[in-house]
C-alpha cells in the first residue's frame, strides 16, 4: 500500500535523524529542532468537489506518535 510504505519511510527518516540530532536543513548538529514539520494539524478538510477528506493532522499524529518527536507546526494555528 503505498501509503504505508510513505509513512513508513517518514518514520524512518526522522527516528534516524531524532538519534542522530542532526539537522534536516543543514546536515549539521543540533539541539531542540524537529525532524518532523507540518502545515496543520488539521483533521480533514472540503477538497475541490466539497467532499471530505483527510486533512495531515492524522498522518502528522501518526508520526508524532510512533516517534515520540513533536512536529514543528508551520502553518495554520489549531483553534
Given at each position: 500500500m503505498l501509503i504505508q510504505e510513505r509513512m513508513n519511510a517518514a518514520?524512518?527518516?526522522?527516528?534516524?535523524?531524532?538519534?542522530q540530532n542532526?539537522?534536516?536543513?543543514?546536515?549539521?548538529?543540533?539541539?531542540?529542532?524537529?525532524?518532523?514539520?507540518?502545515?496543520h494539524h488539521a483533521k480533514y478538510y472540503r477538497d475541490s468537489d466539497y467532499q471530505l477528506s483527510l486533512g495531515p493532522g492524522p498522518f502528522v499524529t501518526a508520526l508524532e506518535s510512533a516517534t515520540g518527536v513533536q512536529a514543528h507546526v508551520v502553518g495554520k494555528p489549531p483553534s
Open positions: 518514520f524512518r527518516i526522522i527516528s534516524r535523524l531524532q538519534n542532526i539537522s534536516t536543513e543543514t546536515n549539521a548538529p543540533c539541539s531542540g529542532s524537529s525532524p518532523l514539520i507540518a502545515i
